[in-house]
């Protein structure tokens, strides 16, 4: 990596919230630069109670008490610094020329964990929080952070870019499909309204898959 000292340095990803969404984007963009990607395993009741002890509110989401289980994950994994910003708003995806604001859990979770359950006070794991409206600010962050020139950062944001528009399309022509195919053969196909993280199956309790075991398709929203 570029300022790093040649070090191999493994950016450690947890598979939780707007990852859910952003991850081909983000996997890209550090892969790019030269690090390794490391992303935290799939949910599961152990990973969750494992970090449950740590979880500050009651109240707040599932979603939200798995950030933990999955920080501890890739600490097991060996990741050298662990990468969670805050992100206040996403481009956005109907005609509007405006930007989305995020969900403010899913904003500020990174914030919460940073001053809760620190991964770099309790583990030694640098945790990188930096605030990005959507990826607008990586340049300075990447220079700040790794010493890293400004056009590697912004060759990697194109490369980043294009995977992530390419996992997009992939979504959609997948969608299309399988809504031909209901139509061809007369039956239907069940749309479960939600955000992106609750495709994560122990979030979801399996429902998709209790759909398509019936020979339901659901389409990926």
């Known amino acids: 990596v570029p300022g790093c000292g040649g070090r191999d340095v493994a950016i450690g990803i947890p598979r939780v ?26 949910s599961t009741k152990a990973m969750y109670e494992r970090g449950l002890a740590h979880v500050t ?5 599932f979603p ?9 994950n890739l600490v097991d994994a060996g990741a050298d610094r662990i990468f969670m910003p805050i992100i206040t ?21 990174p914030y919460v964990m940073r001053n809760s359950d620190n991964p770099e006070e309790r583990f030694g794991v640098p945790f990188d929080t930096p ?6 600010e990586l340049k300075a962050w990447c220079k700040e952070t790794f010493d890293i020139d400004a056009d590697l950062v912004a060759k990697a944001t194109e490369q980043a870019d294009r995977a992530q528009q390419t996992f997009e ?7 299309r499909q399988v809504l031909e195919n209901v139509r061809e053969d007369g039956g239907y196909a069940v749309v479960i309204a939600s955000r992106p993280y609750h495709n994560d199956p122990l979030v979801n309790h399996g429902l998709p898959k209790l759909f ?6 659901v389409p990926t929203p």
């Open 89 to 109: 708003t996403v481009p956005t995806e109907n005609t509007a020329s405006t930007s989305e604001w995020m969900c403010a859990v899913v904003k500020g979770y």
């Open 64 to 72: 939200a008490k798995l950030v933990h289980g999955h920080i501890r």
């Open 131 to 136: 605030l990005f409206h959507w990826y607008d």
């Open 212 to 217: 398509s075991e019936r020979g339901i398709p």
């Open 169 to 175: 399309n992939q979504l959609q022509l997948r969608g």
């Open 57 to 61: 509110s009651d109240t707040v989401c």
């Open 17 to 42: 919230l707007e990852f859910w969404d952003t991850m081909p984007f983000w996997s890209t963009f550090f892969s790019t630069l030269g690090f390794k990607v490391r992303v935290s395993g799939r």
